[in-house]
């Protein structure tokens, strides 16, 4: 029914959110940005206009998030992606699959299943995490994941991924954050359960950063910046993006339409 209902006639195009389609109030904001999330009554990250423009206008492509937000912050661009008719994603780094809003049960048993053997090795390096920069610091995403907030993101990555066994899991720095996911529940191993679920044999990707890093190499397309150029090594189709990687994102996907590019 899902296949009917969203993928059947489209191309799917997976991709991940924050610095790749939406971006932090960090970042520089062009004049005619777009507001998508709003925290504690501030406005936090944003969409370039003609991004938001292409996605609301775009019947080409089935697009699914796929992000390591969790449920909670995933729901404040929640309104946004219902403007652009996207109403399914992969959340917790594709351990949690969302239709409309709501939790498929079946995807999240099948997380823990999975996940199962590595789950010891996560809580022993939550509680090395603790250790090393205090509880309040470390956010632990029940049973998927965990990340530990730091000024000193270089010192944190490097002692958390010495202790942590790289056979179950995965130590990623990301933008004031070190996270660490099991391998099991890596983007990538989300893509191909997800393509299994609907029926179809591939997609085009977008991503920024390690995290993206195995999502990207399972696609059939993969869009990135260049910092990632040299660790992207199996994707069939490789295209790197040079300048505003969102607003390139978008050109590209209307010239594979144009072109009358499908991937199925």
């Excluded at 809003?101 to 079946?106: A, F, L, P, S, T």
């Excluded at 590595?118 to 509880?135: I, M, S, T, Y």
């Excluded at 130590?171 to 393509?195: H, N, T, W």
């Amino acid at each position: 029914m899902l296949k009917h209902r969203l993928f059947s006639d489209r191309t799917l195009f997976l991709t991940d959110l924050d610095s790749t389609l939406i971006w932090s109030h960090r970042h520089e904001q062009p004049s005619d940005c777009v507001w998508v999330e709003e925290l504690n009554g501030r406005q936090q990250s944003f969409m370039t206009a003609a991004s938001y423009r292409y996605f609301l206008r775009q019947k080409q492509y089935a697009v699914v998030p796929v992000t390591t937000r969790d449920q909670a912050q995933y729901a404040r661009l929640q309104e946004t992606f219902e403007k652009f008719g996207w109403n399914t994603a992969l959340i917790c780094n594709g351990a949690v699959l969302l239709h409309d809003g709501m939790e498929d049960k079946e995807w999240w048993a099948e997380s823990e299943r999975i996940s199962a053997h590595e789950v010891p090795h996560l809580l022993k390096l939550r509680d090395a995490a603790v250790n090393l920069v205090g509880a309040e610091a470390v956010i632990y995403v029940e049973p998927f994941f965990l990340y530990v907030r730091s000024t000193e993101v270089p010192n944190v990555y490097e002692r958390l991924k010495a202790q942590a066994d790289p056979q179950y899991l995965a130590v990623y720095p990301v933008a004031g954050k070190v996270c660490c996911v099991p391998q099991s529940l890596s983007k990538g191993a989300a893509a191909k359960r997800f393509l299994a679920y609907i029926g179809q044999n591939g997609y085009i990707a977008a991503g920024d950063s390690a995290f993206d890093i195995s999502l990207l190499a399972e696609a059939k397309i993969a869009l990135y910046p260049e910092n990632l150029r040299e660790q992207i090594t199996e994707s069939a189709t490789r295209h790197f993006c040079r300048g505003h990687f969102t607003d390139e994102i978008c050109d590209y996907l209307e010239s594979l339409q144009n072109r009358g590019t499908r991937i199925d």
